[in-house]
C-alpha cells in the first residue's frame, strides 16, 4: 500500500481543522454544547480516517506505507513527508482513539473556556499524529514542539491551584531538552544533505561525533519518556493537569520520547548506543525500581499513577536497548497497553475527584459500597497495571522480561520486581480506597458511574481485554518492522 | 452456606468415584503427561489398586483418617464436653500457645521487613531523592542559582558613570597585570 493515498493528512488534519471550527464557530461559553457537539464530531472523524490506516495495513513489508511526499521549503529540502511503518502506525490509532475518550471525558466536568479546550486537545491530537507519522526531521521536530503548546495551555488553563509552576516546569524541561536535538538534525543535513530521516540511518558517522549526536537526541527524548533523573516533571504536571490532559499526557505524549528513541537514536547512532547501552540500562532499573519505591509511598493517587508510568516506561526502554526483536515488541507492546492502562486510572481518578474534589488516598475509603459499578472497573485497570495475565500489561512486561533473562538472568530479575512493586504500590492504593468501611459522609454520599463514565470506562477495559487476551494482530503489524529495524541498528556505522 | 456447601459435595463425591480410575491408570490424559521409564510410579501404584471400594476402605486403616478423628475427638472434648480445658491448656503451654496463635510471627515479621522495609525505602527515595536532590538541588536549584546570580549582579548596574568608569580602570589594571605576570 504504497500508492497516493491521503490517510495520514487525513488523521493529522481533520482534528486541526475541527479544532479551527471549534474555536471559530462555538468560541463564547454560551455555545459550549455546540463546541462539545463539534469536537465529538471532529474526535470521531479523526479516528474514523486512521481504521484504513489498520485495515490496509501491508504486514509483510518494514517500508513507509501510505507514503505522502510534497515540497515545503525547497531551498533546504525540507519536505512535507509522511508515511507509518509497523512501530509508528499503532500509535496514530491509539492517539485518535483517546481522542474521542478525552474529548467525551470532559463532557460535563468542563464548564469554563469549553471550546478552548476541545480546540487544544484536537489541535494536539493531530500534531501528535503528525510526530508519528513524519518522516522528515523538520516536519518531525514542528510537530514535536508544536505539540506543547497546546499542552501547556492545557495544563496552565485548566489545571489545579499549582497550575502555573507545573505548566512552566513541563514547558521548559521539555523545550530544554530538545533544542540540542534541533543542532543534531542540523549537524545531519550538513553531512547528508537531507532531513529524510531514513537517508540518516546509511550516514557513516565517526564514534566521537555518535556520542555527541545520541547526548543531544538522548536529552530531547529522555525527558519526554521520562526516564530517571529528569522525569520530575512529570508528577507534577499529571497532579496539575485536568483528567483529559492527564490522560493524553500519560497515553501519548511519553510515547513519543520513547518513540524517539527507536527512530532516530538506535537506528542513526548505532555504535554509540551499543557503547553507551549499560548507561541506558541502569536508568531503566533505576526508574523500575527507584520509582517504584517512590510509587509507593505517594499519598496523591494522580502522582502515585504518574509514578507507576516512568515504572512502566523504565521497562519500555529497558526492551529497546536489548536490541533483540522480543525485547522491542515488548517495549512497543508496553507502551501501547501503558497508553490504555495509565489512561484508564487517570479516568478512574478523574471520575472520582469530580464527585469529591480529592485525590488524597486518605479522603477516600470503602468506595466499593457506593460505587460498586466503578469498583470492578477500577479493580480491572490496577490488575492490568500490575501486569496480571490476560490483561495487556502482561504482554509487554513479559517479553521484555523474558528478552531480558536472554540477556542476563540478573538484569530479568530486577526487571520483575516491577511485578512485585507494581503490585504492591497499585493495589495497596485500590484497597485503601475502594476497600474497607465507608470512609466519611462524602464517600457514603456517593453515586455510581453516570451512563456516559460507564461506556467510557468499558470502552478502555474492552481494549485491556482485548490486547491482553489477543496481542496477535498488534504484534504481526509491528514484526516485519521490528525485525528489519533491528537488522539496521545492528549495522555499525563506524 | 450449608446448601453451597452440599451442592458442591454432591459432584466431588460423584468425580471421585466414576473419574479416580480411568485418570490415574486409564488413558484420561492421552499422551499429554509422560511418565518416565525411571520412575514407574503409576505402573508401581496400580499394583496396589483394587478398585474405588477398596480403596475406599484403606483410608480407614491409614494414620491421617485417624489423625482426622482425634482431631475431630479433641474438638468435641473441648469445646463440647469440657469447655473449660482449652483456657487450661492455654494457661498451662502460654508461649506455645502464643506462638501458634500469631502463626509463628511470619506475618508480623513480614508486614514489618517487607511492607514496613519497602515504606522506609520509597519514603527515603520520595523525600530525598526526588524532592530534595532531584527537585530541589538540580531542578528548582539551577533556576534559583541563576536567581542569585542575577540579583548579585544587579548591583553592579548603579546607573552612576563614575561607578563605570572605576570598574573600567580596575579591569585595565588587571589585564596589564595579568600581561605583565605572564
Known amino acids: 500500500m504504497t500508492g497516493a493515498s491521503h490517510y495520514l493528512s487525513l488523521a493529522i488534519w481533520v482534528p486541526i481543522a475541527a479544532g479551527i471550527i471549534v474555536l471559530v464557530a462555538a468560541g463564547r461559553d454560551r455555545d459550549a454544547a455546540t463546541a462539545r457537539w463539534i469536537a465529538l464530531v471532529g474526535a470521531i472523524a479523526g479516528f474514523l480516517v486512521t481504521i484504513p490506516l489498520f485495515v490496509q495495513f501491508d504486514v509483510t513489508t518494514s517500508a513507509m506505507q501510505f507514503v505522502e511526499h510534497r515540497e515545503w521549503i525547497p531551498r533546504f529540502e525540507i519536505f512535507y513527508a509522511v508515511g507509518v511503518d509497523g512501530i509508528s502506525m499503532p500509535f496514530v490509532l491509539l492517539n485518535s482513539f483517546m481522542t474521542v475518550l478525552v474529548v467525551w471525558a470532559g463532557w460535563e466536568v468542563i464548564t469554563t473556556r469549553v471550546a478552548q479546550y476541545m480546540a487544544a486537545f484536537l489541535i494536539m491530537s493531530g500534531l501528535m499524529n503528525g510526530v508519528f507519522a513524519a518522516t522528515d526531521a523538520i516536519l518531525f521536530y514542528v510537530f514535536f514542539e508544536a505539540m506543547l503548546i497546546p499542552m501547556y495551555l492545557i495544563i496552565g488553563v485548566w489545571g489545579g491551584p499549582n497550575r502555573v509552576y507545573a505548566a512552566l516546569k513541563f514547558f521548559l524541561y521539555t523545550l530544554l531538552g530538545s533544542l540540542l536535538m534541533l543542532v543534531a538534525l542540523i549537524y545531519l543535513y550538513f553531512t547528508s544533505q537531507t532531513f529524510v530521516i531514513a537517508e540518516w540511518y546509511r550516514v557513516p558517522l565517526e564514534l566521537t561525533t555518535q556520542i555527541l549526536l545520541f547526548v543531544a537526541f538522548f536529552l530531547a527524548f529522555a525527558v519526554k519518556v521520562p526516564m530517571w533523573p529528569v522525569h520530575t516533571w512529570l508528577p507534577d504536571a499529571h497532579v496539575e493537569a485536568p483528567t483529559g490532559g492527564s490522560v493524553i499526557l500519560a497515553a501519548i505524549t511519553l510515547k513519543i520520547g520513547a518513540y524517539g528513541f527507536a527512530r532516530f537514536i538506535l537506528p542513526i547512532v548505532p555504535d554509540a548506543s551499543r557503547t553507551l547501552t549499560g548507561f541506558v540500562i541502569a536508568l531503566s532499573l533505576i526508574a523500575i525500581v527507584y520509582i517504584g519505591f517512590v510509587a509507593l509511598v505517594q499519598k496523591d493517587m494522580k502522582r502515585l499513577i504518574a509514578y507507576s508510568s516512568i515504572s512502566h516506561m523504565g521497562f519500555v526502554t529497558l526492551g529497546f536497548f536489548l536490541f533483540s526483536p522480543l525485547g522491542w515488541e515488548g517495549a512497543l507492546a508496553q507502551m501501547v497497553s501503558h497508553g490504555f492502562v495509565s489512561a484508564a486510572l487517570f479516568l478512574c481518578v478523574g471520575v472520582m475527584y469530580d464527585r469529591m474534589h480529592s485525590r488524597l488516598i486518605s479522603d477516600y475509603g470503602g468506595v466499593v459500597n457506593t460505587m460498586p459499578y466503578f469498583a470492578a472497573f477500577m479493580m480491572l485497570f490496577a490488575m492490568a497495571n500490575s501486569g496480571l495475565p490476560g490483561t495487556s500489561g502482561f504482554v509487554g512486561e513479559f517479553l521484555v522480561i523474558l528478552a531480558a533473562i536472554k540477556v542476563n538472568f540478573w538484569l530479568g530479575f530486577a526487571a520483575g520486581l516491577t511485578l512485585i512493586l507494581g503490585a504492591a504500590y497499585t493495589l495497596w492504593m485500590y484497597k485503601r480506597v475502594i476497600y474497607g468501611a465507608v470512609a466519611n459522609d462524602r464517600v457514603a454520599a456517593l453515586k455510581d458511574l453516570s451512563r456516559r463514565e460507564f461506556w467510557l470506562l468499558a470502552a478502555v477495559a474492552l481494549a485491556v481485554l482485548a490486547m491482553g487476551l489477543w496481542p496477535k494482530p498488534l504484534i504481526d503489524v509491528m514484526q516485519v518492522s521490528v525485525t528489519d529495524m533491528i537488522a539496521q541498528v545492528a549495522k555499525s556505522k563506524l | ?182
Open chain 2, 1 to 182: 452456606m450449608t446448601v453451597p456447601l452440599i451442592l458442591l459435595a454432591i459432584p466431588s463425591i460423584y468425580t471421585g468415584w466414576t473419574y479416580v480410575e480411568p485418570m490415574l491408570f486409564g488413558d484420561w490424559f492421552g499422551s499429554s503427561i509422560f511418565v518416565s521409564d525411571a520412575h514407574r510410579v503409576m505402573s508401581e501404584m496400580k499394583e496396589e489398586w483394587h478398585g474405588v471400594g477398596a480403596f475406599i476402605m484403606h483410608g480407614f486403616v491409614s494414620p491421617p483418617f485417624w489423625l482426622a478423628v482425634a482431631g475431630f475427638g479433641a474438638a468435641v472434648y473441648c469445646y463440647l464436653i469440657n469447655p473449660a480445658f482449652p483456657d487450661r491448656l492455654k494457661r498451662a503451654f502460654g508461649p506455645i500457645y502464643t506462638l501458634l496463635d500469631q502463626k509463628y510471627y511470619f506475618d508480623r515479621f513480614y508486614d514489618w521487613f517487607f511492607a514496613g522495609g519497602a515504606r522506609e525505602v520509597g519514603d527515603v527515595a520520595s523525600e530525598v531523592g526526588d524532592r530534595t536532590l532531584i527537585d530541589g538541588v538540580m531542578v528548582n536549584g539551577s533556576a534559583r542559582l541563576v536567581g542569585f546570580a542575577s540579583a548579585v549582579m544587579r548591583h553592579l548596574q548603579s546607573g552612576y558613570v563614575y561607578h563605570y568608569a572605576f570598574t573600567m580602570i580596575i579591569g585595565v589594571f588587571v589585564l596589564l597585570y595579568w600581561w605583565a605576570v605572564r
